[in-house]
């Protein structure tokens, strides 16, 4: 693992990931972040890497054929890591095409460049053997397998069956990265993960959500009875999981990843107000979303007594560095929330 194509980068998890891996990978030669921008990518997470020798920045879409190939030509990258999706519920529900297309036609188009330049006989159908020492890991979630009971863990071999077209696109692209294994022999993993919180989160998700409404007295929506179970996982406890399976996992496995904290959504929202010293008048129901899962939870037996890995963070440890960070970074909070955000790649980027 020494040239690696992230894609997603400017991401929350893949801004993290790759704040980890420069922090954490002496070995690492080159890093490539290929991230198209959209709203919740934002190039301020990467500030303090941006002078990084090893950290490139490539502007671009993953579904564009013509440019992943000419980058793999350009970096010669021996492992892939992608983030790079479109990944809101919510936004799933409304606008399901962006979805499908660039999660499942984005990860097709990765995985192709991949195996063109990494198979040593590519125009070769048979041909099942690849350079040495190179993966494509493609990062999942937990929502692919749709929703449990009152009991029970999602392991690697619960059935997938997605709820929202969010999560069908994701488990479509698992299917691809599967295929792929089966069919040319390619090295993969797939990881999937519970939900993650940490900093740089883009607000619209939970955690952020609810802390920058309460700072500023705004209603806390809740969907439903705020009774909906998941399972947290900071997201540096995901990044070093990522980089266990790039090292030690089996070729064509599936590893989930699991923080160990089930919490219910209400009980998130009250701690939040509670470490703010704000009332709980501010919660405000609202009406559940469509095809809303009840409860998840993962099983991470798999990575921890195969690869050795397991969470470092207490949730009690996790919340209050998440808080306190998005405490003190508030600059960065308003910039996102208003949308400021969107100048600073003109300003760097720009060609005038």
């Known amino acids: 693992m020494k040239r690696i194509l992230v894609t997603g980068g400017a991401g929350f998890i893949g801004s993290n990931f790759i704040h980890y891996v420069l922090n954490n990978c002496e070995d690492v030669e080159l890093l490539v972040n290929l991230d198209l921008l959209t709203y919740a990518g934002n190039l301020e997470n990467l500030l303090s890497v941006q002078d990084d020798k090893r950290y490139v920045f490539v502007h671009g879409d993953i579904r564009d054929s013509k440019l992943v190939n000419e980058i793999f030509d350009k970096y010669k990258f021996d492992t892939v890591v992608h983030f790079a999706a479109e990944s809101h519920v919510d936004r799933s529900i409304v606008e399901p095409e962006i979805f499908l297309t660039t999660n499942i036609v984005g990860s097709q188009t990765l995985l192709d460049a991949a195996k063109r330049h990494w198979n040593v006989d590519p125009d070769n159908k048979y041909s099942r053997e690849y350079l040495p020492g190179v993966k494509y890991l493609q990062v999942s979630t937990d929502e692919v397998y749709g929703a449990l009971g009152k009991t029970g863990m999602f392991t690697e071999s619960t059935p997938i069956s997605p709820n929202s077209p969010y999560s069908a696109s994701k488990a479509s692209a698992d299917l691809v990265v599967r295929a792929y294994y089966q069919t040319y022999g390619m090295p993969v993993n797939i990881t999937r993960c519970s939900n993650n919180y940490g900093p740089y989160q883009f607000p619209e998700k939970l955690i952020p959500l609810m802390l920058n409404n309460a700072q500023h007295n705004k209603p806390l929506p809740i969907y439903g009875d705020g009774m909906q179970i998941r399972d947290w996982l900071h997201v540096s406890d995901h990044c070093s999981a990522i980089l266990t399976v790039l090292k030690k996992g089996r070729n064509g496995e599936v590893y989930n990843i699991g923080g160990n904290n089930e919490r219910a959504n209400i009980e998130i929202v009250r701690l939040i107000l509670n470490e ?38 207490t949730f009690q440890r996790g919340m209050h560095e998440t808080l306190e960070w998005y405490l003190n970074n508030p600059g960065w909070v308003e910039r996102v929330v208003s949308g400021d955000y969107l100048d600073y790649y003109s300003k760097m980027y720009s060609k005038a």
């Open 276 to 313: 703010l010293g704000k009332d709980e008048s501010l919660i405000s129901y609202v009406k559940d979303r469509p095809g809303h899962d009840r409860r998840y939870a993962i099983d991470n037996a798999k990575i921890t007594t195969e690869l050795g890995w397991s969470p470092a963070y």
